[in-house]
Structures are given as C-alpha cells and as structure tokens.
C-alpha cells in the first residue's frame, strides 16, 4: 500500500489523501482527510458506544481454559472474523453501505437484528449500535441517517448503522469497513488482554497478526451478498449462553 498526499486550493476544497490499495488489483480508493479523522473518530475507544463491555464469549473461554495465551486468542478472534459475527457483520456493513434506497437498508437493517445466536451477542450489537446511532446523529447530523435511526430504534445493529453512516456520508466502502473490523478486533484483544490476562505487548502482537485477516475478510465481504451470510461456530455460541450463568464476570457477553 502507498499514499499519496496532495492539497487542494480555493476555499472550501478539502485535503485528498489517495490511498493505493490492492496494487494487484490495480483498485485506488481516495480517502478526504475529512472521512479519515471521522473514522478514527468512529472507532476510538472515546466514542461512547460501550464496546469495552462486552467480550463475544472470550470470558466464558478463558474460564474454560480454551484461551491460555496470545495465540489462542488470536485463533478465536479469527474464527469469529471467518466463520462468525465478524463474517455476518462484515456482509451487513457492505450491503447497508451502498444501499440504493430507504426501503432496501430497511431490509438490511431488519435481517441483521435477526442475525444473533443468543441474548447477550444480540445486546452486544444492538446496544453498541443504538448508541453508535444516537452519538453519531448528534455530531455529525444528518437528516437521512436520523430518520433511518429512529425507524429501528432499540433493533440496529451495530455494523449496519456504521455501515449506512460510512454510506450516507460519501466514504468510501473499503477504508471504512476496514476501520470498522478494526475496532471490532480491538475490542475483543483488549478483553483478552484483561481476562488471559496478556501483557499489552502481547496484545499488540495479536492486534498486528489480525491485519492480514482483517484485509482478507473485507475483500471477501466487499464481494458477498446477502445469500452469502451464515456461521460456522457453534461453539462461540455455547460458550456465550454459558457466560450467562456464568458465576463472576467482568463482561456483559
């Protein structure tokens, strides 16, 4: 990957960054300072939406002994991003990001509040994306996307209402989803680094050894409709319905 960096003149005219993606692909994806400092914005820990509550069933894991090191929990983090929530959440992002209308997202919208196997990942995505909704309109408002948040309010999925918000407001779908997938694998990294526990280079490491899979996954989600979406992993489900009775916990999934 490379970038390039130019500035525009005449009042009004933002800064382009042009970042080089995919060179084999020959696919250049141009990116405004603007829609990167609202990414980062998106998915700072900062931005109130709860992420650090929850743990996708890494709690019940680590309790079971299935995750006892860096590695471990870097296979379950990847199992998710495949074969998961990350693999469902990731065909949802893309398809609420280039919607073509409000009827097509509403039906986005309403598949994805199905698409949760148990009580506490679907508190996991519908409470981290009812607040990514409410933050979001309030700060960077924008009529459409309100009204889109009030028509499923207490039922929008977190990476949907990214997704739509990412689409709404012009960004480009590859920068985004991939912003995206990154917060939602730094959250669960730093629930392994509390719960194994890791040390917070350990955490890194893990953090780093994600960007290859990370790239993969949105490749595959870019390309996916929604006939493409289902799971693989029961086992990340029992292991959230068994966090629900767990005896002591640190994480609400």
Not at 178 to 197: D, E, K
Request: with cysteine; hydrophobic share 45%.
């Amino acid at each position: 990957m490379a970038t390039i960096t130019g500035t525009g003149t005449g009042t009004g005219t933002a800064t382009i960054t042009a970042m080089i993606m995919g060179m084999d692909t020959g696919i250049i994806t141009l990116v405004t300072d603007d829609d990167l400092f609202r990414l980062m914005a998106w998915t700072s820990p900062a931005y109130p939406v709860g992420g650090f509550s929850y743990s996708h069933g890494i709690e019940m894991a680590v309790e079971e002994g299935r995750i006892p090191d860096r590695h471990a929990l870097l296979r379950y983090i990847e199992a998710v991003l495949r074969h998961g929530a990350g693999h469902v959440d990731s065909v949802l992002f893309a398809q609420a990001h280039r919607a073509p209308d409000d009827a097509a997202l509403d039906d986005i919208a309403e598949l994805a509040a199905a698409w949760r196997g148990t009580a506490e990942t679907a508190l996991e995505s519908t409470q981290q994306g009812g607040s990514f909704a409410s933050v979001t309109a309030a700060t960077w408002p924008d009529a459409r996307f309100a009204g889109f948040a009030k028509r499923h309010r207490g039922r929008l999925a977190h990476a949907v209402a990214f997704g739509a918000a990412a689409g709404m407001a012009g960004m480009p779908l590859r920068p985004s989803l991939l912003a995206y997938l990154q917060g939602f694998c730094a959250n669960l990294v730093s629930a392994g680094v509390r719960l194994v526990p890791l040390g917070q280079t350990d955490g890194q490491n893990a953090t780093a050894a994600l960007l290859p899979i990370v790239a993969e996954c949105a490749t595959i989600a870019e390309s996916a409709s929604l006939d493409d979406i289902g799971t693989a992993v029961p086992l990340l489900d029992m292991l959230s319905m068994r966090h629900e009775t767990q005896y002591t916990r640190l994480f609400r999934s």
